[in-house]
């Protein structure tokens, strides 16, 4: 089974970040891929916003951050001790690597406090990693997880869990 859509620029207008990602799901989930010819840049560009989010996150707008909207945990959920398994709490990203090797996981996090300052990550079937102390402040800033991910050819799912429900995400 194959899903094919076929894109125009204004057509889809009314489609929100949901369906997209919900759509991207489905596609990787159940759809073939042909080879796509190697791209030049070979760094990868998420939006968090765009994963399949779970209905413990939120979107906000920020003119700040990457396309005007960043995503955050609902008020009152935190898992600081361990990640939780609930697909409530987390979001996944499915993304393709073209060359195999090393690779670093950088984001743009709005951590306003040393208690709001974490997520949980896991790269495929990895151990969920605990990402925390990112550094706090009243705005925007990049920052890498301090672990490099070795990934082969092919698909990957980036999952992130909340930690603390104070940090946003880019």
Known sequence: QRVTLDYTPGTLAS??????????????????????????????????EDGIMGSNWETHADAFASNGIYVMTKPGHEYTNSASSDTDDLITMTFKICDPGQYALWARANTPSPNDDSFWIKMD????????????????????????FSLDTGYHELAVCMREDGAGLD
């Not at 990602?21 to 042909?34: D, N, T």
């Open 15 to 48: 489609i929100n970040n949901t369906m997209l990602g919900e759509i991207r799901s489905y596609i990787i989930q159940y759809g073939e891929f042909e080879d796509e010819e190697e791209p030049d840049d070979p760094n990868v560009y998420l939006e968090a």
């Open 125 to 148: 079937i990895g151990s969920w990693i605990n990402w925390n102390n990112i550094e706090a402040g009243s705005g925007w800033g990049w920052d890498d997880v301090d672990q490099r």
